[in-house]
């Protein structure tokens, strides 16, 4: 099934909008799902950059962060979007890999 990016519509776009926006104090977004469904929506945002988005995760969920690094020396700003599996997930989709290929990569 496709992810419903439609019913949170407004936080999702809020929550990227401030992220981005470099007067803003927002530096991270949290994004995950609906209890078992496939809308997706906002689980936290904040501005304590990578050291506090990294805490933020649950390892029960699948979630994705968006976060800006600023520097201020850098010319262009700069994005990490990060996809976080639950290891259950990550263990099945692996042993499924392993089947199909002799090599399994893993992406950390």
């Known amino acids: 099934m496709a992810v419903n990016l439609g019913k949170n ?3 999702l776009l809020t ?3 401030d ?3 470099e007067t ?3 530096d991270w977004a949290l994004y995950s799902y609906e209890g078992n469904s ?3 929506t906002l689980a936290s945002s904040g501005a304590g950059g990578l050291p506090e988005i990294t805490v933020t ?5 699948v979630m994705y962060g968006f976060c800006s690094l600023k520097e201020p020396t850098a010319a ?11 290891l259950c997930v990550c263990v099945h989709v692996c042993m499924r890999v392993h089947v199909c290929v ?4 893993v992406c950390l």
């Open 19 to 21: 992220v981005i926006n």
């Open 24 to 26: 803003s104090s927002t």
């Open 38 to 40: 496939n809308d997706l």
């Open 9 to 11: 519509r407004l936080a």
């Open 102 to 105: 002799s090599t399994v990569y």
């Open 15 to 17: 929550a990227y909008q």
């Open 76 to 86: 262009l700003p700069r994005y990490v979007l990060i996809n976080w599996v639950r």
């Open 57 to 61: 995760f649950d390892n029960g969920r």
